[in-house]
């Protein structure tokens, strides 16, 4: 499984923006799909989840009410849409996949700044 982000850039507080992550190769076998952020000097942190068969969803604290996760199951693609968006939520964001067999697999990142 391949993936890949794009969407992140610049943004002023109080703005959105909408993360995309497409997957590519064995999608079938993918279980669920997170979306993680890590910020400078902070551990990774897990922001959003969605599964592939029931589509439920789970969210950080910090982050419900204002982000979405969603998936296009014909485009193998998970989008992270980000509302009300905070200095805070300066990060690297992270597409993640976990298959049936518990393999890994990461994007490379895309970068989200929002400045105050």
């Known amino acids: 499984v391949q993936l890949v982000e794009s969407g992140g850039g610049l943004v002023q507080a109080g703005g959105s923006l909408r993360l995309s992550c497409a997957a590519s190769?064995?999608?079938?076998?993918?279980?669920?799909m997170s979306w993680y952020r890590q910020a400078p000097g902070k551990q990774r942190e897990l922001v959003a989840t969605?599964?592939?068969?029931?589509?439920?969803?789970n969210y950080a604290d910090s982050v419900k009410g204002r982000f979405t996760i969603s998936r296009d199951n014909a485009k193998n693609t998970v989008y992270l849409q980000m509302n009300s968006l905070k200095p805070e939520d300066t990060a690297v964001y992270y597409c993640?996949?976990?298959?049936?067999?518990?393999?890994?697999?990461w994007g490379q990142g895309t970068q989200v700044t929002v400045s105050s």
């Open positions: 190769g064995s999608t079938f076998s993918i279980n669920f």
């Open positions: 993640y996949a976990r298959s049936i067999n518990l393999m890994n697999y």
């Open positions: 969605i599964r592939s068969g029931s589509g439920s969803t």
